[in-house]
Each structure stands twice: as structure tokens, then as C-alpha cells.
């Protein structure tokens, strides 16, 4: 699941507990090629947030309100 990452469905990704929903959804994103790329780019920019640079900034600025 995704549970805890802070994604949104239908933002950054489509969530399917069933069978029957991933085919919904894989079928919605193979014709629909605007939402495909819209939820690429969303998608694309979320993980940004959990690069190496960015976990390393933000223990860094925690460790500077500590001190």
C-alpha cells in the first residue's frame, strides 16, 4: 500500500484495493492520456521530497533547532 507517503489518490497516484479497480484504472489511464501525464508530472514532484538531498535538509535543519 502507500499508506504513510502522503499521496493523494488521483493527485499523485490511483489507489486500487480490487481486482476490478486497478483494471478501472489502468484502463482511465490508458485512454486518457492527459491525466496520465498530470499525474506523472504530481507524482514526479511528491518523490522529490523524499530524495537523498532533501531527507539530508531536513535532518539538518532539525538537528539546528535542537541545538
Known amino acids: 500500500g502507500c499508506e504513510g507517503l502522503e ?3 488521483e493527485k499523485h497516484l490511483l489507489i486500487a484495493n480490487t481486482a476490478s479497480e486497478f483494471a478501472e484504472a489502468v484502463d482511465c489511464l ?7 501525464h498530470q499525474l506523472a508530472r504530481q507524482a514526479h514532484r511528491r518523490v522529490q521530497d523524499f530524495s537523498y538531498r532533501a531527507v539530508a535538509q ?3 535543519e532539525e538537528f539546528k533547532t535542537d541545538l
Open 7 to 9: 499521496l493523494e489518490h
Open 30 to 36: 490508458m485512454n486518457n492520456e492527459s491525466q496520465r
Open 58 to 60: 531536513a535532518l539538518i
